[in-house]
């Protein structure tokens, strides 16, 4: 079996993670866990979204939350992953592309979904329609300079309309493609796929796109998403989304747990011997540190594992003295 010798890890926990909380996030503590996760080694972080306060009010603060990061990353006294640091950010039209342009953004993300029922609840339009959108947005980005990445959503199963065949994914994955999208980041929305429909996913989608140009994105909603990752790195994908501390929920599936936990991730990794450049002991201290605002443990179960052998390390000194 080959895995990559390298995997980009890309932290959602900052947009992704965060968007859904009821109680807003301050930018302190935003700006100081993105502080944190680039202390832990992580050098691709999503800080934000430039979308409407009315239907997002925790991104409300993203333009500040990226001058911030920006300046700091000109501050920075850590050390600095070999491609420097990169804080993508999510657009979803013209609008928010000017708005992240003004405010630092040198990457942003656009937003699509592979089923007309999602695509018409999530973004209120057809897939067609969303992707002559994406093609301004795409355009006025990479005229500026700016890279763009490209999410699908639900590419192994929509809470409306259940399975989805590779074949509709890997046609609105080349769709995006040729927009200018340096990258796709395949989803799993609903945590519903499993290592057989991943296998099938990515063999559909490597087939009219390089692997070089993929991601993965998995929820744990049934336990699945580390063996999925390991079909996605089998599969020579090597680059795969995750959020500190597993945070964000799932709003389409009852009890989902949500993103795949970033602690989790590299404790595969490190055990795979696959290089991700992250130091687990402080991304757990960075997914504790959001945790102790948020008022609730880590979902990580790498976090979890790690903290009670710490804790019970002590009691167990002791009695050897």
């Known amino acids: 079996m080959t895995l990559p010798d390298r995997v980009k890890l890309v932290e959602v926990g900052p947009r992704d993670g965060l968007q859904n909380e009821a109680a807003v996030v301050p930018i302190d503590i935003k700006v100081a866990l993105i502080e944190k996760l680039m202390a832990a080694g992580l050098a691709v972080i999503e800080v934000g979204a430039f979308v409407s306060p009315k239907w997002v009010p925790q991104m409300a ?23 420097g640091f990169q804080f993508p950010v999510l657009v979803p039209n013209e609008r928010g592309v000017r708005d992240a342009l003004s405010a630092g953004a040198k990457e942003v993300a656009i937003f699509g979904a592979v089923t007309e ?42 809470p409306y309309e259940g399975e989805v065949g590779p074949e509709v994914v890997a046609r609105v994955a080349e769709r995006l493609y040729r927009l200018g999208c340096y990258e796709i980041s395949l989803g799993d929305t609903i945590g519903v796929g499993t290592p057989g429909k991943t296998r099938a ?33 089998e599969r020579g994908v090597a680059t795969v989304d995750a959020s500190v501390a597993g945070l964000g929920g799932c709003p389409y599936a009852r009890g ?57 390390a002590p009691k167990s000194a002791q009695k050897r003295a």
Request: negative net charge; glycine residues 8%; proline residues 3%.
């Open 61 to 83: 603060d993203s333009t500040e939350v990226l001058r911030r990061v920006v300046a700091k990353q000109d501050q920075w006294t850590g050390a600095v992953p070999p491609s």
């Open 117 to 158: 029922s999602f695509s018409r609840k999530n973004i209120n339009c057809s897939i067609d329609e969303s992707l002559q959108r994406f093609e301004a947005v795409a355009a006025s980005a990479l005229a500026a300079g700016c890279r763009v990445r490209g999410y699908l959503s639900c590419v192994l199963g929509c």
């Open 201 to 233: 996913l990515l063999d559909a989608v490597a087939a009219v796109l390089p692997v070089s140009a993929l991601a993965v994105h998995f929820h744990d909603t049934y336990g699945q998403a580390l063996a999925n990752v390991m079909v996605g790195l």
């Open 256 to 312: 989902a747990s949500g993103n795949l936990a970033s602690e989790d991730l590299v404790y595969l990794l490190d055990g795979l011997g696959v290089d991700s450049g992250v130091d687990l002991s402080m991304l757990c201290e960075a997914g504790q540190f959001i945790c102790d605002h948020l008022g609730r443990p880590p979902a990580s179960k790498a976090a979890q594992a790690l903290a009670a052998r710490s804790a019970a």
